[in-house]
C-alpha cells in the first residue's frame, strides 16, 4: 500500500508531504492541485516504463492531456532547475519475512541472530523511492539523483527534515539502501539480503543514461531485488488513472482486450462478461453458457439496482458476428436498452460499481470527480463501491457536497491554493476549520461555504 507521497518544487508545490490511505478524497478549489496529487504514482509508473523521462512530462497520454508544454514549467514557479518526487509504500507481510530471513543469514553471530529473529520491529518494513529531476539547458530531463531503501518501523524517517531523505542517511545501519545514484554518477545496486553487510563488494556499479532511471533495471534481478521488483510491479501495472472514455464505451467493446482494469475502461464489457462466467464449468452446453450468472455478478446487478431502481436486470451479450461485447439493461417499463443508448450517467455508474466485484482488481485506482451525471441519491451507492475494494486503495478528487457530507473527516485531504507557498494539503483532521467539527454541520455545507476550497 502506498503510504505517503511527496513533492518539492514540482508544478503547483512549493512543498507537499502527504501520509495516504486506503481511501481518500481530495477536495478543493479549481487549480488547487487535485489532479497533480493523485497524478503521482501513475507518473512515478510511467517514468519507470520510459526510454525517456521527458516525453512522460510532454506527450499526451491517450485522452489526457500532457503534464507540460515544456520543462520549465514543471518547476514551481518556474525558480531553479530541479525538482523532486518521493513515495513510501508498506510491504506485504510475506516480503517481509523473507528479507529478514534474508538478512539474518548473512549475520554470523548467533546470539544477534536471536535479538533480530525476535525483534520484527527491527525488519524492512517500508519502501522509499526519491528522485531528484533537473532541466538541462531547457530541452532535457536528466536524472539528478535517486534512491531506493527500505527502513524498519522503529527507525520510521524525520520527515521534519525534508529534502531526500537518502541524500543525507546513507551512513544509517538501521535503513537498508538498494540503490544510490547522486550527480551524473554510477547507479550502484545492492542485493537485498545484503544491505545489512558493509562490505566495499557488495556493490555493482552501472553507468545508466541520464534520462532514464536506474530502479528500472531491478526487473531483471528478481532473485537479488523481490522487495524493489514488486514495487516496479505495482508502480508499472497495478496502478490506473481511470479516465473512462465515455463516447467509446457506447461502442461494442472488441476482443482481444486486457483482462484488467484499463484506464480508458474500454474493456468493461469484457470484465463483466468474465464476471458473468466465473466458476462456469468447462463441460457447459452452449444453452447452459448463455444462461449462466456467477453470484459475484447477480450481486453487483443488485448493488446497482440501488442506484438505477428502475433496472430491473443488467445482461452482457456476446455478438455472434464479431465477438464483440455489450450491455443490455432491461427497465421496469419492458424495454431494453443497449450500450449505445445509455446515458454518461448510467455508464459511470455501471463502471465504478463494477470495480468491487472484480477478481483481479488493480492496487491502486485513481479518479477525478466519480460524481460527475450521477443523480446525488445514487453517488452513496457509487462510494459504497469504491469504498469495499478490499486489498486496493482508492483515491478520488470531488466537488460535490454530496460526496463531501458522505466522507469521513479522516478520509479527506483538502487542498488549496495560497499566495506564496503554492498549493498546500491539509489532512481533514488537521484543517483548522475541521478540528472541532463533531458533525454539528455536515462537510458538504462546509465545502459549499468555501471552507474546504
Given at each position: 500500500?502506498?503510504?505517503?507521497?511527496?513533492?518539492?518544487?514540482?508544478?503547483?508545490?512549493?512543498?507537499?508531504?502527504?501520509?495516504?490511505?486506503?481511501?481518500?478524497?481530495?477536495?478543493?478549489?479549481?487549480?488547487?492541485?487535485?489532479?497533480?496529487?493523485?497524478?503521482?504514482?501513475?507518473?512515478?509508473?510511467?517514468?519507470?516504463?520510459?526510454?525517456?523521462?521527458?516525453?512522460?512530462?510532454?506527450?499526451?497520454?491517450?485522452?489526457?492531456?500532457?503534464?507540460?508544454?515544456?520543462?520549465?514549467?514543471?518547476?514551481?514557479?518556474?525558480?531553479?532547475?530541479?525538482?523532486?518526487?518521493?513515495?513510501?509504500?508498506?510491504?506485504?507481510e510475506d516480503l517481509r519475512h523473507a528479507w529478514a530471513d534474508a538478512l539474518l543469514a548473512n549475520i554470523k553471530s548467533k546470539r544477534q541472530q536471536e535479538v533480530f529473529r525476535n525483534s520484527p520491529?527491527?525488519?524492512?518494513?517500508?519502501?522509499?523511492?526519491?528522485?531528484?529531476?533537473?532541466?538541462?539547458?531547457?530541452?532535457?530531463?536528466?536524472?539528478?539523483?535517486?534512491?531506493?531503501?527500505?527502513?524498519?518501523?522503529?527507525?520510521?524517517?524525520?520527515?521534519?527534515?525534508?529534502?531526500?531523505?537518502?541524500?543525507?542517511?546513507?551512513?544509517?545501519?538501521?535503513?537498508?539502501?538498494?540503490?544510490?545514484?547522486?550527480?551524473?554518477?554510477?547507479?550502484?545496486?545492492?542485493?537485498?539480503?545484503?544491505?545489512?553487510?558493509?562490505?566495499?563488494?557488495?556493490?555493482?556499479?552501472?553507468?545508466?543514461?541520464?534520462?532514464?532511471?536506474?530502479?528500472?533495471?531491478?526487473?531483471?534481478?528478481?532473485?537479488?531485488?523481490?522487495?524493489?521488483?514488486?514495487?516496479?510491479?505495482?508502480?508499472?501495472?497495478?496502478?490506473?488513472?481511470?479516465?473512462?472514455?465515455?463516447?467509446?464505451?457506447?461502442?461494442?467493446?472488441?476482443?482481444?482486450?486486457?483482462?484488467?482494469?484499463?484506464?480508458?475502461?474500454?474493456?468493461?464489457?469484457?470484465?463483466?462478461?468474465?464476471l458473468k462466467r466465473q466458476g462456469l464449468p468447462d463441460e457447459a452446453t452452449a444453452e447452459e453458457q448463455k444462461s449462466y450468472r456467477s453470484r459475484d455478478f447477480n450481486d453487483w446487478v443488485d448493488?446497482?439496482?440501488?442506484?438505477?431502481?428502475?433496472?430491473?436486470?443488467?445482461?452482457?451479450?456476446?455478438?455472434?458476428?464479431?465477438?464483440?461485447?455489450?450491455?443490455?439493461?432491461?427497465?421496469?417499463?419492458?424495454?431494453?436498452?443497449?450500450?449505445?443508448?445509455?446515458?454518461?450517467?448510467?455508464?459511470?455508474?455501471?463502471?465504478?460499481?463494477?470495480?468491487?466485484?472484480?477478481?483481479?482488481?488493480?492496487?491502486?485506482?485513481?479518479?477525478?470527480?466519480?460524481?460527475?451525471?450521477?443523480?446525488?441519491?445514487?453517488?452513496?451507492?457509487?462510494?459504497?463501491?469504491?469504498?469495499?475494494?478490499?486489498?486496493?486503495?482508492?483515491?478520488?478528487?470531488?466537488?460535490?457536497?454530496?460526496?463531501?457530507?458522505?466522507?469521513k473527516l479522516e478520509q479527506l485531504l483538502c487542498a488549496r491554493q495560497t499566495p506564496e507557498n503554492g498549493v498546500v494539503v491539509v489532512a481533514g483532521e488537521a484543517h483548522p476549520r475541521l478540528r472541532?467539527?463533531?458533525?454539528?454541520?455536515?462537510?458538504?455545507?462546509?465545502?459549499?461555504?468555501?471552507?474546504?476550497?
Amino acid at each position: 500500500m502506498i503510504t505517503r507521497l511527496e513533492a518539492t518544487r514540482y508544478r503547483c508545490f512549493e512543498q507537499l508531504g502527504v501520509d495516504m490511505s486506503a481511501f481518500q478524497v481530495i477536495v478543493g478549489a479549481n487549480g488547487s492541485g487535485k489532479t497533480t496529487l493523485i497524478d503521482l504514482p501513475s507518473l512515478f509508473g510511467e517514468l519507470l516504463r520510459a526510454d525517456n523521462i521527458a516525453s512522460v512530462f510532454t506527450l499526451k497520454r491517450g485522452n489526457l492531456p500532457a503534464r507540460a508544454a515544456a520543462l520549465r514549467e514543471l518547476v514551481f514557479a518556474g525558480r531553479g532547475d530541479d525538482f523532486s518526487l518521493a513515495l513510501e509504500v508498506e510491504l506485504p507481510e510475506d516480503l517481509r519475512h523473507a528479507w529478514a530471513d534474508a538478512l539474518l543469514a548473512n549475520i554470523k553471530s548467533k546470539r544477534q541472530q536471536e535479538v533480530f529473529r525476535n525483534s520484527p520491529a527491527k525488519w524492512p518494513g517500508h519502501l522509499r523511492y526519491e528522485l531528484r529531476l533537473e532541466v538541462f539547458n531547457e530541452r532535457e530531463l536528466n536524472v539528478k539523483n535517486e534512491y531506493l531503501f527500505a527502513y524498519p518501523p522503529a527507525a520510521a524517517p524525520d520527515r521534519s527534515v525534508g529534502g531526500l531523505l537518502g541524500e543525507a542517511n546513507q551512513d544509517r545501519e538501521d535503513w537498508h539502501f538498494m540503490l544510490r545514484r547522486e550527480y551524473g554518477g554510477p547507479a550502484v545496486f545492492v542485493d537485498e539480503a545484503k544491505t545489512g553487510l558493509r562490505d566495499a563488494d557488495r556493490e555493482d556499479k552501472v553507468r545508466i543514461k541520464p534520462g532514464l532511471l536506474a530502479m528500472s533495471a531491478v526487473k531483471y534481478k528478481p532473485d537479488a531485488f523481490p522487495a524493489a521488483g514488486w514495487l516496479y510491479e505495482l508502480l508499472t501495472e497495478k496502478v490506473v488513472f481511470l479516465a473512462p472514455e465515455w463516447e467509446q464505451l457506447r461502442a461494442a467493446s472488441a476482443t482481444g482486450q486486457e483482462k484488467t482494469l484499463i484506464a480508458s475502461a474500454l474493456n468493461l464489457p469484457w470484465l463483466a462478461l468474465n464476471l458473468k462466467r466465473q466458476g462456469l464449468p468447462d463441460e457447459a452446453t452452449a444453452e447452459e453458457q448463455k444462461s449462466y450468472r456467477s453470484r459475484d455478478f447477480n450481486d453487483w446487478v443488485d448493488h446497482v439496482k440501488t442506484a438505477l431502481p428502475q433496472v430491473e436486470d443488467i445482461d452482457i451479450k456476446e455478438r455472434e458476428e464479431d465477438h464483440r461485447a455489450y450491455f443490455s439493461l432491461r427497465y421496469s417499463g419492458g424495454y431494453s436498452v443497449t450500450s449505445s443508448g445509455l446515458s454518461d450517467g448510467t455508464l459511470r455508474i455501471l463502471t465504478l460499481t463494477l470495480l468491487a466485484y472484480l477478481p483481479d482488481a488493480p492496487r491502486l485506482v485513481v479518479t477525478e470527480e466519480p460524481e460527475n451525471g450521477i443523480h446525488p441519491s445514487a453517488i452513496e451507492a457509487i462510494l459504497q463501491s469504491l469504498e469495499s475494494l478490499y486489498g486496493s486503495q482508492v483515491w478520488i478528487s470531488s466537488h460535490s457536497p454530496v460526496v463531501l457530507a458522505a466522507s469521513k473527516l479522516e478520509q479527506l485531504l483538502c487542498a488549496r491554493q495560497t499566495p506564496e507557498n503554492g498549493v498546500v494539503v491539509v489532512a481533514g483532521e488537521a484543517h483548522p476549520r475541521l478540528r472541532d467539527w463533531r458533525g454539528g454541520i455536515d462537510l458538504g455545507s462546509l465545502f459549499a461555504a468555501g471552507i474546504l476550497g
